[in-house]
């Protein structure tokens, strides 16, 4: 999955008010968790809506690769034939994570209680991402590893069956982490216990319950206490995958910073583990309603409904940031539109994405003449209280997108309401999670150039 084609350089720019409804992709950490769920589920799991970003086409791959059978059937429609738990076969070449983060973590936690050797390979951002916050787990429940400098890919990892469970406090709120030791668990004997003393998004209890895990979950004074039992058998289901919250986030901001705009959103996403960001822009002044809220296969989903408004800078609180970690980039873009001042505390995990996006979105919004401070764990940002954001202008300089696909979906929303042109330097890392950004843009009546 390494892209070796020439980069192509893009920019947005608003020919007017933004109208119209739009759905997005479905939701990237729900798809993956569809796929290795169904893959080691015995009989044939259905998923629709499934995202088909090179992410999660990334995790299909790897999960073919280690034995399951799994087919596209239709537009976003898949089905998935499990090996059952403790089923995967030894994958006869490396997999290739592309740029997923997701991918490696949650495979490394499924490799790691099989009897099996896997090397991971992925693109030069995530070879620069941290995995000792899964290899060190993994290696308490027995797993062993021949990683990269600093615990980084290209690495080799070999699983013990049985694997040892362990209870295990999770020292960075992450998903993922929490992720790779419940898909461990499930072919371990005996109890896996993670705590986490901040919440992160849910999505793996809620569907390994659904899948028919036996999960406990108690609330305690050190957190949240998840106990899962092994060894685990899944029985398949069928998995409709609601729309990517975290995709909604662009059409979202482009409609509140562009005047005069009416978008509809259908079918999202609003886990509240997830929708911390709606929550921040209505505390700015957000028009945005839910509507139509609904439960769909375990998640909770509703229509948003996005006006464009005026938006007042607040100090966001560091507690919220887990329930929109991958939204800071488009919220660093509405603060540049806002009356006064925004700050962001707490964000020191943004450091270690799929880029360094504090340092990223600081170097572009200072490039496209906004206001900026970049502290260690956070940005202040001067909003142009609703006036146009300067743009790059004619300096010939492109915002660098470092490979990292929501840094170029932010910059190109914010071309949507500058006075100049905002170049981006790569468009084809929107293609991990959004592949169809530009056209649904274009819908709203953006142009792209
Ligand atoms: C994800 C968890 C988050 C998020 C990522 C997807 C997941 O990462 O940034 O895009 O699907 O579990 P962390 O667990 O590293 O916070």
Known sequence: MQNLSAPEPFRLAATGPLAGTVSVPGDKSISHRALMLGALAIGTTRITGLLEGEDVLATAAALRAMGADIERTGAGEWTVHGVG?????????????GNSGTSTRLLMGLVASHPITATFVGDASLSKRPMGRVIDPLSLMGASFMASPGGRLPLTMTGLCPAVPLEYTLPVASAQVKSALLLAGLNTPGQTVIIEPTPTRDHSERMLAGFGATLDI??????????????AELKPQTIIVPGDPSSAAFPMVAALIVPGSDVRITNIGINPTRAGLIEV????????????ARTVGGEPVADLHVRHSPLTGIDVPPAI???????????????????????????????????????????GLAAIGVKVEEQEDGLTI?????DPLPGLGNSGTQIATKLDHRIAMSFAVAGLAARS?????????????????????????????
């Open 85 to 97: 738990v403790g089923g995967l076969l030894q994958p006869e070449t490396a997999l290739d994570m």
């Open 281 to 292: 822009l209505q505390a700015m002044g957000a028009d945005i309603t839910l509507e139509n």
């Open 321 to 363: 940031a887990p329930s929109m970690i991958d939204e800071f980039p488009i919220l660093f873009v509405a603060a540049a539109c806002a009356q006064g001042t925004t700050r962001t505390t707490g964000l020191e995990e943004l450091r270690v994405k799929e880029s360094d996006r504090l340092a990223t979105m600081a170097k």
């Open 218 to 231: 108690e609330e305690t004074p050190e957190g949240r206490r998840i106990t899962l039992h092994g060894e």
């Open 382 to 386: 001067q909003g142009t209280g609703g």
């Open 421 to 449: 042109p905002i170049l981006i330097d790569d468009r084809r890392p929107v293609a991990t999670s959004f592949p169809n950004f530009l056209a649904l843009m274009t819908g709203l009546s953006a142009e792209i150039s």
